[in-house]
């Protein structure tokens, strides 16, 4: 028997008691942004990883998941894990069909595993560029994992700062799949939500078909307050982007948790309270069900409706 790792020294474990939202959830809501974390015994953290979380499996998901009121998940393969997908598709496979994964894959992946992945529920890939969780693949190999998705129907997700969607933008249009940007491509929120920056990537999104995850405020946000202690309006200085990216692009965005909310460093949020972020960003009732029902329905489960 393997001897378990210890966590990274000032991990944050996720929250154990989470609030019930005030805000209901509608009915059919997908989280299109969540992890699972081992559990490290069943299934070891790769040897390459650049930190080691605190576990969070899929009963924890799961339970969190009926706790909020939400109907499906869609799991991001989480970098600790590297590219072992195995921990994400036991949990996408254990939901009875109420999940769908995002692997994460090497240049040299097999066809056959491709399509192992396809048929275990697997819907897309993601490339990471930030450099302190994970080394990214050259764009030429990253392209042609892009290329030979494709035909599954598969999107790539893109997980960038902002600050490098200038050098990245060129080769992010060139991938022949929809991509599916977290969490707004990082913002720098000190700077306004109408500023250029914010602004030249809301033309990148409209210019090529991009879905945007309007997710983590609370990894985004300077000045907070945090979602923690009943707070009713957490993270107001990420709201100006969120409600702007909903406004430009109602039937592509996406919201999801994060949980079991990975590196986080000053606070670990209360996940029910973030459920109630959501209507302060989608502020009507018919941008709320695109946002979390129709839109990531549509990409995840084509066909089958809410």
């Given amino acids: 028997m393997s001897t378990l790792s210890p966590k990274t020294p000032g991990w944050l474990d996720w929250h154990p008691d989470p609030s019930r939202p005030a805000f209901a959830l509608p009915p059919g809501t997908v989280d299109t942004h969540c992890h699972v974390f081992g559990p490290q015994a069943a299934f070891p953290f790769a040897p390459e990883r650049k930190y080691t979380p605190c576990d969070g499996g899929k009963d924890d998901l799961f339970a969190l998941r009926d706790h909020l ?9 989480a970098t600790c894990h590297g590219a072992d997908n ?18 994460t894959v090497r240049p040299e992946v097999t066809d056959a595993e491709l399509r192992r992945l396809d048929a275990a529920g697997v819907r897309g890939v993601r490339f990471t560029f930030l450099r302190r969780l994970a080394d990214a693949a050259p764009q030429d190999a ?3 994992v892009a290329r030979r998705i494709a035909p599954l129907g598969w999107h790539v997700v893109l997980y960038f700062e902002s600050a490098d969607l200038p050098e990245l933008e060129r080769f992010f249009s060139s991938l ?11 913002p720098d929120v000190t700077e306004p939500a109408d500023g250029p920056d914010f602004t030249r990537f809301l033309r990148f999104a409209e210019r090529n078909d991009v879905w945007v995850k309007v ?22 200085d990420v709201v100006p982007f969120a409600r702007r990216a909903i406004e430009e692009f109602p039937d592509r965005v996406l919201w999801g948790t994060d949980w079991p909310h990975p590196n986080l460093t000053a606070h670990m949020p209360d996940d029910g309270l973030l459920a109630d972020y959501v209507p302060q ?22 066909g089958e409706g809410a």
């Fill in 69 to 77: 009121g939400v109907a499906r998940n869609v799991i991001v393969q």
């Fill in 281 to 302: 960003v989608a502020v009507t009732a018919e941008q709320r069900r695109k946002l979390l029902v129709d839109n990531p329905m549509r990409l995840y489960w084509p």
């Fill in 86 to 103: 195995s921990a994400m598709v036991d949990a996408v496979q254990a939901s009875g069909s109420r999940a769908r994964g995002i692997a």
């Fill in 215 to 236: 997710t983590c405020p609370e990894r985004l946000s300077v000045t907070g307050p945090p979602a923690l202690n009943a707070e009713p309006h957490p993270y107001a």
């Fill in 142 to 144: 990253l392209a042609a």
């Fill in 176 to 186: 022949p799949t929809p991509l599916v940007v977290d969490h707004m491509g990082r």
